[in-house]
T-cell receptor, first 116, second 116 residues
Framework: AQTVTQSQPEMSVQEAETVTLSCTYD???????LFWYKQPPSRQMILVIR??????QNATENRFSVNFQKAAKSFSLKISDSQLGDTAMYFC?????????????FGKGTKLSVKP | NAGVTQTPKFQVLKTGQSMTLQCAQD?????MSWYRQDPGMGLRLIHY???????DQGEVPNGYNVSRSTTEDFPLRLLSAAPSQTSVYFC???????????????FGEGSRLTVL
C-alpha cells in the first residue's frame, strides 16, 4: 500500500523569505502523480502543484516549485517570496497513474505560518 | 460559479442518530468522493464514485453509505452515528481521465459533524 509522510507538523517563515516543506512517499509503482494541496484557514482546499512521475523536470507554478527525487521517493515544496496569504495547511498527496480520480492518498499535513 | 456545495456546514448529532450530508457539483464531473479530516490524520477517503450508478469503498467506509443517482449529487449517509465519526467531512469532484487534469480535486467547504 502507498503511504505519504510529512515529517514537519508545523513550520513558520518570515514574509518574503523562502521555505521548503518536505514529503516522502512509499510505492512500488513506477507511474504515478504527486500533488501539493493548500488548505487556508477558510478550509476550502485547492491544488497548488502537480508532478507526473515520468517527467524528470520539476514542476513550477509561479512562486511554488517542487524538488522531485524519484529514486529517493522525495517530493518537497518550495515557496519563494512567502506572502501572508500562504499561511495554510499544506498536504502532500499521491495518486496511482490511471487510478480513479478521487483516490488520492494524503499525508498528515504541515501547518505553515507566514509572519509579517 | 457554485463549484462543489456541501450542506449542512455544521451538525450536532446524538449517538445512534442518522443523517445525510449533501454534496452537489455543477461542473459535470464524473468523479466524486468523500473524505474525512481528523486532527493529525490528514484526509482519508471514505467512498468514491466514478459515475452515476457506480460507487466503491475507500480507506474508511465503515458506518457510511453512499449512492449516486445523478452526476450532480453524491450524498453521504451516516446510518447510526458514533462519537468516532466526529470529524470534518469534505466532498470533492474531478474531471474524467484526461491527463491534464488528473488528480485535480475540487473541494467543498466542508461539513463539521459532532457526535455526542
Amino acid at each position: 500500500a502507498q503511504t505519504v509522510t510529512q515529517s514537519q507538523p508545523e513550520m513558520s517563515v518570515q514574509e518574503a523569505e523562502t521555505v521548503t516543506l518536505s514529503c516522502t512517499y512509499d510505492t512500488s509503482e513506477s507511474n504515478y502523480y504527486l500533488f501539493w494541496y493548500k488548505q487556508p484557514p477558510s478550509r476550502q482546499m485547492i491544488l497548488v502543484i502537480r508532478q507526473e512521475a515520468y517527467k524528470q523536470q520539476n514542476a513550477t507554478e509561479n512562486r511554488f516549485s517542487v524538488n522531485f527525487q524519484k529514486a529517493a521517493k522525495s517530493f518537497s515544496l518550495k515557496i519563494s517570496d512567502s506572502q501572508l496569504g500562504d499561511t495554510a495547511m499544506y498536504f502532500c498527496a499521491f495518486m496511482n497513474y490511471g487510478g480513479s480520480q478521487g483516490n488520492l492518498i494524503f499525508g498528515k499535513g504541515t501547518k505553515l505560518s507566514v509572519k509579517p | 460559479n457554485a463549484g462543489v456545495t456541501q450542506t449542512p456546514k455544521f451538525q450536532v448529532l446524538k449517538t445512534g442518530q442518522s443523517m445525510t450530508l449533501q454534496c452537489a457539483q455543477d461542473m459535470n464531473h464524473e468523479y466524486m468522493s468523500w473524505y474525512r479530516q481528523d486532527p493529525g490524520m490528514g484526509l482519508r477517503l471514505i467512498h468514491y464514485s466514478v459515475g452515476a450508478g457506480i460507487t466503491d469503498q475507500g480507506e474508511v467506509p465503515n458506518g457510511y453509505n453512499v449512492s449516486r443517482s445523478t452526476t450532480e449529487d453524491f450524498p453521504l449517509r451516516l446510518l447510526s452515528a458514533a462519537p468516532s465519526q466526529t470529524s470534518v467531512y469534505f466532498c470533492a469532484s474531478s474531471y474524467g481521465l484526461a491527463e491534464a487534469s488528473a488528480g485535480e480535486l475540487f473541494f467543498g467547504e466542508g461539513s463539521r459533524l459532532t457526535v455526542l
